[in-house]
T-cell receptor, first 113, second 113 residues
Framework: QQQVKQSPQSLIVQKGGISIINCAYE??????FPWYQQFPGKGPALLIA?????SEKKEGRFTISFNKSAKQFSLHIMDSQPGDSATYFC????????????FGTGTRLKVLA | EAQVTQNPRYLITVTGKKLTVTCSQN?????MSWYRQDPGLGLRQIYY???????DKGDVPEGYKVSRKEKRNFPLILESPSPNQTSLYFC????????????FGQGTRLTVV
């Protein structure tokens, strides 16, 4: 129930294409869903986050789509660029209780020039 | 500059030799945590601390210890390291745990031979 399942494990996209990474969860108590971006040799950094009261959040080329009934959320990267090549982690947490994140297993994205 | 600082960045040690990985944050955050990152497994929480002298186990605490004597510092201690603790370790801090953005250190790559 505490798991967050992330797919695909790796993704190769041409420059200018759309990258899509999916996550699914079971615990309906989760109410905060961030995405973290990690470049090689660096720690993860917050990219974008969503709360379940909205179905979509967009920041520049990055969009989170959220489907509460299906318990799924996804990250869309429009006009993907080589500089977007990184590992992406979805996560889920509750805004009360132990306040911990549960992370997905990560997606390694490579954008070809 | 707001940051989480881990030391050392790289460490090779032998089985059974006690070691400490230090973590310090300069953002006056209450919540700090340690994660290990392994291929295919994502980020798994080892221990967390909600404030000074308040620590608790995460998902994979076996073989690790922590302490939180000061707000800014949260060292990770391996009393008797074993090869299965070879991993990439991250310290993170946030104002209020899973409610808010987590700030990660640069990581410590530990190899136990």
């Amino acid at each position: 129930q505490q798991q967050v399942k992330q797919s695909p494990q790796s993704l190769i996209v041409q420059k200018g294409g759309i990258s899509i990474i999916n996550c699914a969860y079971e615990n309906t108590a989760f109410d905060y869903f961030p995405w973290y971006q990690q470049f090689p040799g660096k720690g993860p950094a917050l990219l974008i986050a969503i709360r379940p009261d909205v179905s979509e959040k967009k920041e520049g080329r990055f969009t989170i789509s959220f489907n509460k009934s299906a318990k799924q959320f996804s990250l869309h990267i429009m006009d993907s660029q080589p500089g977007d090549s990184a590992t992406y982690f979805c996560a889920a947490s509750t805004l009360s209780g132990t306040y911990k994140y549960i992370f997905g297993t990560g997606t390694r994205l490579k954008v070809l020039a | 500059e707001a940051q989480v600082t881990q030391n050392p960045r790289y460490l090779i040690t032998v089985t059974g030799k006690k070691l400490t990985v230090t973590c310090s944050q300069n953002m006056n955050h209450e919540y700090m945590s340690w994660y290990r990152q392994d291929p295919g497994l994502g980020l798994r929480q080892i221990y967390y601390s909600m404030n000074v002298e308040v620590t608790d186990k995460g998902d994979v605490p076996e073989g690790y210890k922590v302490s939180r004597k000061e707000k800014r510092n949260f060292p990770l201690i391996l009393e008797s390291p074993s090869p299965n603790q070879t991993s990439l370790y991250f310290c993170a801090s946030s104002p209020h745990g899973g409610k808010t953005e987590a700030f990660f250190g640069q990581g410590t790559r530990l190899t136990v031979v």
